[in-house]
């Protein structure tokens, strides 16, 4: 039978092992997904698998700088007790060092380099903390920035990691002042630098709603096209970051600080912990019951 990427990449999720051992291990049980468990917790390969089908939510951000690159990643496990273990955070510090020195262009493209260009895989690495943890710890995203010797790098974390924004001025190389962008970003969550990155379709998306908004209201058609356009300012002040009040000083725009300082926002990357992700549901007073009926 033959081996698909879409089932090694079933076996992979179900067992945590590495992707060429999956394929071989399917190669080995003529595609039995059931069989290439076995064969791979029989090998000691799949020490990671009775915790890869449970719900890594938590976790933490870290950001790591190297001269003119920088990177930020977010890495997950089940709980937030273990972020505040010293292997978590050790973990955190090696992926990091990895990515800035390795470039890998994605994800799966850093779990299969060789840590630091020898030794173990980055995958069999991060097996090898889970077994230690005992938790379904993960590499879910990270994004690596280029600077120049005239540009700055903001690095902020937020409650220990729960938010981690980096930013990238130009025209300035004061860190305290890219960071200070950066926590503004952690607190207001904008979604892009300025108005020009917001798309038409997005614009006149929220045109519309603001129109029918208005005329839902029973203003005159004559004056709802200038309400729409005031209220279109206050929607680009909810997103943009060059539009809103600066949270250091909110008489000024974040726009105008940056200016003052003679420098412009290239971009920023903000991550928060877990956002997209399903959360694991806990009831503590059913789980309670249910114990007291068994």
Known sequence: MAVTAKMVKELREKTGAGMMDCKKALQETDGDIDKAI???????????????????????????????????????????????????????????????????????E???????????????????????????????????????DNDAFGAYLHMGGRIGVLTLLEGTTEDEVAKDVAMHI???????????????????????????????????QHIVEKMVEGRLGKFFEEICLLEQDFVKDPDQKVKKYVADKGATVKTFIRYEVGEGMEKREENFAEEVMSQMKK
């Not at 943890?133 to 600077?147: D, P, Q």
């Open 38 to 108: 076995d064969f791979l917790r029989e090998k000691g390969m799949a020490k990671a698998a009775k915790k890869a089908d449970r719900i890594a939510a938590e976790g933490s951000t870290h950001i790591e700088v190297n001269d003119n690159s920088a990177v930020l990643l977010e890495v997950n496990c089940e709980t937030d007790f273990v972020t505040k273990n010293d292997q978590f955070k050790q973990l955190l510090s090696e992926l990091s060092k990895h990515i800035i020195n390795q470039k890998p262009s994605d994800v799966e």
């Open 186 to 220: 952690a607190a207001v969550n904008p979604r892009y630098v300025s108005r020009d990155e917001v798309s038409e379709e997005e614009v006149n998306r929220e045109r519309e709603v603001l129109k029918t908004q208005a005329l839902n209201e029973g203003k005159p």
């Open 110 to 148: 850093a779990l299969q380099q060789k840590l630091h260009g020898d030794g173990d895989k980055v995958e069999e690495y991060i097996n090898s903390v889970v077994a230690k943890i005992g938790e379904k710890i993960s590499l879910r995203r990270f994004t690596l920035v280029n600077k120049t």
